[in-house]
């Protein structure tokens, strides 16, 4: 099985049309605070083009239902991603399934306690599973859906699938010319050699 991929920080409908045409498996809005976040207006557009033929992933970093009701009620979203910090709460009966993103900060891993449809290991860059031992990075891969994040591009998504054979990788400057505005190029060879693996 080849890797999954996610683009995420897209924020115009020409680069989500792209990161589709070039075989990206979803996309990522970012709504919370980010040189990424996408415009209202604009994420209605994109998830209305692309609704039915790529998953669209609305990014938030704490769970809030009223302002996460409030986007959902504007754009029509396939999954939501949450960041769990302790403090969340639970994020309870939620609309819509769950990116369950953890930030893993080397204090170790602290597994979100609601279920989720996948797993988002979000690194500061990945060159090692900081503060994993591999029999921890095995039973989590094996349990969950994993994606892996953190200065994913495409000089090292390659070595990184194969060494970790996530389930799906996820990238945002990784496949930028500048915040928020994708690179074709970028996202062409990030994508053929994460699906080469």
């Known amino acids: 099985m080849t890797a999954k991929v996610k683009i995420c920080g897209i924020t115009s409908l020409d680069?989500?049309?792209?990161?589709?045409?070039?075989?990206?498996?979803?996309?990522g809005l970012i709504f919370a605070e980010s040189?990424?976040?996408?415009?209202?207006?604009?994420?209605?557009?994109?998830?209305?083009?692309?609704?039915?033929?790529?998953?669209?992933?609305?990014?938030?970093?704490?769970?809030?239902?009223?302002?996460?009701?409030?986007?959902?009620?504007?754009?029509?979203?396939?999954?939501?991603?949450?960041?769990?910090?302790?403090?969340?709460?639970?994020?309870?009966?939620?609309?819509?399934?769950?990116?369950?993103?953890?930030?893993?900060?080397?204090?170790?891993?602290?597994?979100?306690?609601?279920?989720c449809q996948y797993l988002l290991l979000d690194f500061k860059r990945i060159g090692s599973i900081d503060g994993m031992s591999e029999e921890m990075w095995q039973s989590v891969n094996q349990r969950f859906s994993v994606f892996l994040a953190g200065g994913i591009d495409p000089g090292n998504v390659a070595g990184i699938t194969e060494y970790y054979h996530p389930y799906g990788i996820d990238t945002a400057r990784g496949t930028e010319s500048s915040p928020g505005v994708k690179d074709c190029d970028k996202v062409e060879r990030l994508i053929q050699r994460a699906k080469s693996c």
């Open 15 to 27: 680069d989500a049309e792209m990161c589709r045409e070039l075989g990206a498996d979803f996309i």
């Open 35 to 115: 040189p990424r976040r996408v415009e209202i207006d604009v994420a209605a557009r994109i998830a209305k083009r692309l609704n039915g033929k790529i998953p669209v992933v609305g990014v938030f970093d704490k769970f809030v239902r009223e302002d996460v009701d409030d986007i959902i009620a504007k754009v029509k979203l396939d999954y939501l991603q949450i960041y769990y910090h302790p403090d969340n709460g639970q994020v309870l009966a939620p609309s819509l399934p769950i990116f369950s993103s953890v930030w893993m900060d080397g204090d170790g891993m602290k597994l979100p306690p609601y279920p």
